[in-house]
């Protein structure tokens, strides 16, 4: 029996529209053929396995700036002790200027005497009756200097046990000045004092 080759499949219109690779070579006789090959957006390089390792190392802050960060943070720093100090021990000259911030350092525990007088051996008492609630405060009034002083009222401002302001009573002063190391005792008794007050603080008026 003879062999006979095999019939070969048709081929398809797909295959049959293809040029052999020497043709597609002739179809491009204008210039030499271009490969387009896909590649990422951005490549990361260092040879890691971990690309979000690579993209954060490439994102981050030169050391430049980083130091330029935390010197503008020590500076700040700087600037805010610095005010602090002068807020704490430029008292006198601040208040001078500012006559109203003399309250706030009273409140603050830190008085600020603008004629150098003192105030010594201040007592305060409650006396509550039918009628009223009265509060009594005495004490002295002292001039340590070598002259003789000009002596200011004084302001008693009524606090509630959270240390807040609800009440501030101007008072005269007993007397007009105080002779060099001279002082005065002064005795008032305010029936319009809050029923609340916790406490209270006296100081020279500014």
Do not use: C
């Not at 293809?18 to 179809?27: D, K, L, S, T, Y």
């Not at 130091?67 to 002790?81: I, P, S």
């Not at 509060?135 to 004084?154: H, K």
Request: aromatic share 4%.
């Amino acid at each position: 029996m003879r062999e006979t080759d095999a019939p070969r499949a048709a081929a398809s219109p797909a295959e049959s529209a293809v040029p052999p690779p020497a043709e597609r070579a002739a179809e491009t006789a204008d210039g030499p053929v271009l490969e387009a090959v896909r590649r990422p957006l951005v490549a990361y390089s260092g040879g890691g396995h971990d690309p979000w390792a690579a993209k954060i190392a490439a994102t981050a802050p030169p050391a430049a700036a980083a130091r330029a960060h935390h010197a503008f943070g020590a500076a700040a720093a700087t600037l805010a002790v610095v005010f602090v100090a002068a807020f704490l021990l430029a008292r006198p000259a601040i208040v001078r200027t500012l006559p109203d911030l003399a309250g706030l350092y009273a409140a603050l525990g830190l008085p600020v005497n603008l004629d150098r007088l003192e105030l010594v051996a201040v007592t305060s008492e409650r006396r509550i009756s039918p009628k009223a609630a009265e509060v009594r405060i005495a004490g002295t009034i002292s001039n340590p200097g070598a002259e003789e002083a000009p002596v200011p009222g004084l302001v008693a401002t009524f606090r509630d046990s959270g240390l807040r302001p609800l009440a501030t009573l101007s008072l005269d002063s007993p007397v007009a000045r105080l002779p060099a190391h001279g002082s005065a005792d002064f005795l008032f008794n305010l029936a319009d004092a809050p029923r609340q007050a916790h406490d209270l603080v006296l100081r020279f008026a500014p």
